[in-house]
C-alpha cells in the first residue's frame, strides 16, 4: 500500500503563486510516474501535470503551460507543482497520482492523494 499525502494548498489572490507538494510513503513500490490533477466543483478530474522518472518526461496541460511547474525527487518519491500567476479558473482540489511498480503485489497501480483546496478569487 503506498500513501500520498498532498500539502500546499491555500486561498491566493489572481496572480499569486502557491506552491503544492505530494509525498508518496509505504513498503516495497518503484515510483514510475507522479503527477497532478485537479476537480473543480460540478467539474470532472482533469490532468495538469506530470513527470516520468526514469525518461525524465514533462508533460503539462495547455491551460497551465507556462505557468505551472512540475519537479521533485524520485529518491524521495516526492514531486511539486509550482504554479505561478494563478486565476481564479485555477480554483479546484489537487490531486497527487502515482503511478508505482508495487513489489508487494507485483504489479503497477495507481495511487492517489487526498486533494487539497486551492481557491483564487478575482
Known amino acids: ?3 500520498l499525502v ?4 491555500g486561498a ?3 496572480g499569486g503563486s502557491l506552491r503544492l507538494s505530494c509525498a508518496a ?5 518503484s515510483s514510475e510516474t507522479m503527477g497532478w490533477f485537479r476537480q473543480a466543483p460540478g467539474k470532472a478530474r ?3 501535470a506530470s513527470i516520468r522518472w526514469n525518461y525524465g518526461h514533462i508533460y503539462y496541460s495547455d491551460s ?4 505551472f511547474t512540475i519537479s521533485g525527487d524520485n529518491a524521495k518519491s516526492t514531486v511539486y507543482l509550482q504554479m505561478n500567476s494563478l486565476k481564479p479558473e485555477d480554483t479546484a482540489v489537487y490531486y497527487c497520482k502515482a503511478h508505482v511498480w508495487d513489489y508487494g503485489l507485483g504489479y503497477a497501480m495507481d495511487y492517489w492523494g487526498k486533494g ?4 483564487v478569487s478575482s
Not at 6 to 9: I, M
Not at 116 to 119: K, P
Open 46 to 48: 482533469e490532468f495538469v
Open 116 to 119: 487539497t483546496l486551492v481557491t
Open 64 to 67: 497551465v503551460k507556462g505557468r
Open 25 to 29: 510513503s509505504g513498503r516495497s513500490f
Open 1 to 3: 500500500q503506498v500513501r
Open 12 to 14: 491566493v489572490q489572481a
Open 6 to 9: 498532498e500539502s500546499g494548498g
